[in-house]
């Protein structure tokens, strides 16, 4: 059996996404809900043990508590009514997230499957027909990882000053964080997986992924390093991008100058705002249909081939010699 490599699973995602637009549609929608791996909790773990990111929101909301009294009926009535306007968006952008969710993991496993492209309405179906088991999947993985990350913060915001101990602790804690979060993203790309594909149940899905991953615990780790990696360069590619972004309105506000239209320097400002945003919301959906992809391609490879860890096949080499 040749063991499939990092650079196909890579390439054959990549070809997929590429080929297969519809893919973009599904990996905008399914965002709101994340991404499979640690790119995600490791974000999260770095913005709060930042006690100045924790602290200042906390401040923001007690000074403005002032914004939030009311002092008569009508205000009461405009209130309640904006929290539920609020409260219908919300629900909707998770029923749009969490079926489109499924149609892309559909949509993966049909593409690398039977080799066919995937039709975006059989994708939502099949995303749709599994809603309730994927959105209490993506429920039970936001509480564990949300435990994850307090623990983590609280064990970080409260370390020992010592230097050198400190520096050990804090290594230890992330490095103790990031598996156990690794673990609970792992388990949950896989299930989520094995509910649209095998039609599993939801904890005959659980049960499947932890054994999928407890069998390429080391695969599934170099997987979540190299998209993580694979997500920081996304960024240095938008903010270089928003430089490029930026010239037809740089040559708008030129104009505007030379002319003394103020009308002209707000319409390049607006389509500043208009090109980077679409920047953003186009990379961000090609990345996350991309990465959902490349671990669909690797979960049908674990569970019907089998795959064994780079790190390992480095290793014998290196022994070997």
Same mark, same amino acid.
């Given at each position: 059996?040749?063991e499939?490599?990092?650079?196909q699973?890579?390439?054959h995602?990549?070809h $997929? ?13 399914s ?7 640690? !790119? ?9 043990s930042d ?6 929101p906390?401040?923001?909301?007690l000074?403005?508590? !002032?914004l939030f009294?009311v !002092?008569g ?13 609020v409260?219908? @968006?919300? =629900?909707?952008l998770?029923l #749009?997230? =969490? +079926? ?7 949509? +993966?496993?049909q593409?690398?499957k ?8 059989k994708a939502w ?8 088991r994927? #959105? ?5 993985q ?5 435990i994850?990350l ?9 370390? !020992?000053?010592d230097?050198?101990l400190?520096?050990l602790?804090?290594?230890?804690? $992330? ?10 993203? +792992? ?8 509910? =649209? ?9 659980i049960?499947?992924?932890?054994k999928?991953?407890?069998?390429? @615990?080391l ?8 998209? @993580? ?6 960024v240095a590619v938008?903010f270089?991008?928003?430089f490029?972004?930026?010239?037809p309105?740089v040559?708008?506000?030129?104009l505007?100058g ?7 320097a707000?319409?390049?400002?607006? #389509?500043?705002?208009?090109?980077f945003?679409?920047?953003?919301? =186009?990379?961000? +959906?090609?990345f ?19 795959m064994a ?9 290196m022994v070997?010699?």
């Amino acid at each position: 059996m040749l063991e499939p490599t990092y650079r196909q699973a890579m390439s054959h995602a990549w070809h $997929l996404v590429w080929r297969d637009k519809i893919l973009w549609i599904f990996g905008l929608l399914s965002i709101f809900i994340g991404q499979f791996g640690l !790119s995600n909790f490791i974000g999260q773990l770095i913005f709060l043990s930042d006690t100045s990111a924790i602290r200042a929101p906390y401040g923001w909301w007690l000074g403005s508590w !002032s914004l939030f009294r009311v !002092s008569g009926a009508t205000q009461v009535v405009g209130i309640v009514w904006l929290a539920l306007v609020v409260l219908v @968006l919300g =629900v909707a952008l998770i029923l #749009l997230a =969490v +079926a489109a969710q499924g149609g892309l993991i559909d949509a +993966a496993a049909q593409g690398f499957k039977n080799r066919t492209r995937p039709t975006m309405m059989k994708a939502w179906q099949k995303g749709v027909k599994h809603f309730w088991r994927l #959105l209490v999947l993506n429920v039970a993985q936001r509480l564990l990882l949300g435990i994850i990350l307090v623990a983590a913060v609280f064990f970080l915001i409260n370390i !020992s000053p010592d230097r050198a101990l400190g520096f050990l602790a804090t290594v230890l804690a $992330l490095m103790a964080g990031a598996l156990l979060a690794l673990g609970v993203s +792992a388990v949950a790309a896989y299930a989520a997986g094995f509910i =649209v594909e095998d039609e599993r149940t939801f904890f005959g899905a659980i049960g499947a992924g932890w054994k999928l991953f407890d069998r390429h @615990l080391l695969v599934s780790l170099e997987l979540s390093i190299i998209l @993580l990696g694979l997500n920081w360069a996304l960024v240095a590619v938008i903010f270089l991008g928003s430089f490029v972004v930026l010239l037809p309105a740089v040559l708008i506000w030129l104009l505007a100058g030379a002319t003394g239209l103020i009308g002209l320097a707000a319409a390049g400002l607006g #389509l500043a705002l208009s090109l980077f945003i679409l920047l953003v919301v =186009v990379a961000g +959906a090609i990345f996350n249909a991309f990465t959902t992809c490349a671990w669909m391609y690797l979960f049908m490879k674990m569970r019907r081939e089998g795959m064994a860890s780079r790190l390992l096949h480095y290793a014998r080499k290196m022994v070997g010699k």
